[in-house]
């Protein structure tokens, strides 16, 4: 008698379950914006380089690549679930910034040592991979530094100039 209640509780509960990982999931228009596309490279070709410097003889490198994927990987999270507007803890685009740097002048130096020193093919792999993640993130804090630049000048990132006083008004009293 329970058989005929156990298909629609299960199809319920497979439902519920979808939903629940559909949540993990970024938006269509995270995804679609300059940010989600540069995270989304970010994260794939530090997973590529990490697995070919795990296969290569250079492996002492694969950690840079695997914690910079980490790194990647949970900003792509933060930004498209907004983790970062309701966490007002970290200035994000400044720590978005210094990670953004420091990955791209990582990448750039274990690409040239395992280009130049490993003479496997893995290892030539790894370096062609870092190469490309180090444009991907320097594109990345380019974008960041721009939009922290406007910031810090007191002008949104719209792109419009910030506002400024106008050239009748005295700022000394008689």
Known sequence: MGDIEAPANNR????????????LLPSKEFISSRKGQLLIGEVVSSFISFVCFAAS??????????????????????YSTKFNERFKGFHWPLMD?????SASIIF???SIISVSKYPDGASKAAGVFGFIATIIFALDFYFIFNEL??????GDSSGEPPNTQDGDSDSDSE
Do not use: D, M, W, Y
């Open 108 to 110: 750039f130096i274990i």
């Open 149 to 154: 630049a406007n910031f810090l000048k007191g």
């Open 57 to 78: 003889t250079a492996a002492a490198f694969f950690t840079a690549p695997f914690i910079e994927f980490l790194a990647a990987l949970f900003l792509l999270f933060a």
């Open 97 to 101: 910034f210094l990670r953004c740097v």
């Open 12 to 23: 319920s509960n497979n439902r519920s379950q979808l939903i629940a990982f559909r949540s």
